[in-house]
């Protein structure tokens, strides 16, 4: 019995690790170059809050989650992400904004490298990860399963490498 409540105990407490909220400023304002390069914390800080919280949980504040990071990649000056026939799924939203903030991330936390093949890769990873937590909601996606296996086999990067 005591180890069913501490089990249980333990499940509610790291239940509160994911849902780890984050909150986009209403009155943001992405202008100027200083208001991306001031905005870069919150950018990572969205990211990882995409890839740590179940897609189900929250529904709401994901999309405004998603709608933040699209807006800032869309006009950031100093990170520029290549969409690879390939590489980026065509039909699940979600992979495709994960990939975007995992080649963002990459590139923020690099000294804002454009290294196509690394950030890429770093996306890819970001994608992976995302559709293996939530798999059951996204359904099976082919394109990912193929991704999976070349990781397994070590040959994920020089896959990535030869989409460019």
């Known amino acids: 019995m005591y ?9 509610i407490c790291s239940s509160n690790l994911f849902a780890q909220d984050i909150e986009i400023p209403e009155d943001l304002k992405l202008e100027t170059d200083e208001d991306y ?15 740590n919280t179940p897609i189900t949980q929250n529904p709401a504040k994901r999309k405004e989650v998603n709608a933040f990071l699209f807006i800032w990649v869309s006009g950031s000056p100093t990170v520029s992400i290549q969409l690879v026939s390939g590489l980026t799924p065509t039909d699940c939203a979600e992979c495709l904004l994960i990939f975007m903030g995992g080649w963002t991330k990459y590139s923020l936390e690099n000294d804002y490298s454009d290294d196509n093949v690394l950030c890429a890769l770093a996306g890819v990873e970001a994608m992976i990860e995302l559709y293996e937590k939530n798999k059951s909601t996204l359904g099976k996606q082919s394109d990912i399963e193929k991704m999976i296996k070349r990781k ?10 030869s989409q460019f």
């Open 3 to 11: 180890k069913l409540m501490t089990f249980c105990f333990l499940l």
């Open 37 to 51: 390069k001031g905005t870069e914390p919150l950018v990572i800080d969205a990211i990882e809050w995409l890839q």
């Open 152 to 161: 397994k086999k070590g040959k994920l990067k020089e896959f990535v490498a």
